[in-house]
């Protein structure tokens, strides 16, 4: 609130402000909704977005999207050629087996994808089996081949190739 309160701020009287955003993404890092207090409002003209372009309209990843948004279960049964999966596991240790064949096998064959350069695994969560600290770990040794250039740093070993994200703003 306090970066949007500058930015207001600044501008000149005779400037226009177009806020562009997605309804549907993270609320703000910081205090407040800026977004959605400005949406909310009623004060302000809100035009929304509501056809999908960059992704095919029929994209199961898609559809279920929208189920989802409106409070419906999405479609899980397993369609021929789909690019939405939904992998069921009785914990999580089956689940990590279907991760790394999901991630290693079955996305590259479908899409023609590099595992490595093209496929990207988001979690919701830092620990656990599951968590993006185990995941990495995991993901790491199964795509990267050994005797590769490693350097390790921190309590992590990173390798060629490996994505990073910052998640941190210092």
Known sequence: ???????????????ALLIVGDVDQLPSVGPGQVLADIIGSDSIPVVSLTEVFRQAAKSRIIVNAHRINEGRMPELTVAEGSDFYFVEAADP????RKLLTMVKDRIPARFGLDPIRDVQVLCPMNRGGLGARSLNVELQQALNPPGELRVERFGWTFCPGDQLEGSKNR
Do not use: H, T
Not at 1 to 15: G, T
Not at 93 to 96: F, K, W, Y
């Open 93 to 96: 240790e089956i689940g990590l």
């Open 1 to 15: 609130m306090l970066l949007m309160r500058s930015l207001l701020r600044a501008l000149p009287d005779s400037a």
